[in-house]
């Protein structure tokens, strides 16, 4: 849920990740709050280069969609990232 994603978040933002790190949270019930904390780490330009990362079946509605979009276009995000919604 939202609480879980807050620790992966710090540990995103932390700069020490490994560059081609594979993030599975689908299954999680993250919804909008989850998705816009995931959202602030992936415009923080300190996510690895090559991430990928799994978000599917978490609930995630219109307003979890633009989090992440506005993410995606700060320009800021990993240039190598790869990013699961399907549910």
Do not use: E, M, W
């Not at 933002?13 to 904390?37: F, I, T």
């Not at 989090?67 to 240039?79: D, E, M, V």
Request: hydrophobic share 35%; glycine share 12%; aromatic share 4%.
């Amino acid at each position: 849920g939202t609480q879980g994603a807050a620790f992966f978040v710090t540990a995103l933002q932390s700069g020490q990740c490994p560059q081609d790190l594979q993030l599975d949270l689908g299954h999680n019930q993250l919804g909008d709050k989850g998705a816009q904390l995931l959202a602030t780490a992936l415009q923080s330009g300190y996510c690895p280069r090559s991430l990928q990362l799994d978000l599917g079946n978490n609930q995630l509605d219109a307003q979890s969609a633009k989090f992440i979009a506005t993410a995606l276009q700060s320009g800021k995000c990993p240039q190598g990232l790869r990013l699961n919604l399907n549910s």
